[in-house]
């Protein structure tokens, strides 16, 4: 039927109570910058985007790197990050990425993917302005990766 086990465990000497654990909200640290979030899944894209939002991030989003790259030109000089998948219809992000290095920006760039990293590591992880985060991410995973890659110095093009 089943097995009932219970353990008794001594109190420490003492008697001091551990410190309280962080709370959710101090592990998603956000910021104030500007982010374009290039995602062709619908409903990721409204998740991420409203995830960055509430820790204070502004957000551009787009469906594609096409539609993300007509932003980034439209509105390079107040980005400071793009976060956008790996593979997308009409312009995937490794792409848009190189695109954007052939221009001489220096903008940093979060990749996610659901297929393995070796595609990134490959073409793009001798940059200090790119990281990659595995899909499914979690809030903290892909937070975490935000907050990193825009602490990180970067020298902006002109």
């Known amino acids: 039927q089943g097995t009932t086990v219970k353990v008794y465990l001594p109190l420490a000497p ?14 998603l640290r956000g910021g104030t910058e500007t982010i374009l979030l290039l995602e062709d899944d619908a409903r990721l894209r409204s998740v991420a985007e409203r995830l960055l939002r509430k820790v204070g991030y502004r957000v551009t989003a787009a469906p594609d790197g096409e539609q993300g790259l007509a932003l980034y030109r439209a509105h390079r000089t107040e980005l400071d990050l793009v976060v956008t998948d790996l593979m997308m219809p009409r312009l995937g992000g490794m792409r848009l990425y190189e695109m954007l290095r052939l221009e001489g920006e220096t903008i940093r760039v979060l990749f996610t993917s659901g297929y393995p990293e070796q595609q990134f590591r490959e073409r793009a992880s001798h940059d200090p302005a790119v990281a990659f985060v595995t899909k499914p991410w979690t809030a903290s995973e892909l937070l975490t990766q935000i907050r990193a890659l825009l602490d990180r ?3 902006r093009a002109e």
């Open 153 to 155: 110095p970067v020298s």
């Open 14 to 27: 003492g008697g001091t109570q551990a410190a309280a654990p962080p709370s959710r909200e101090e592990l």
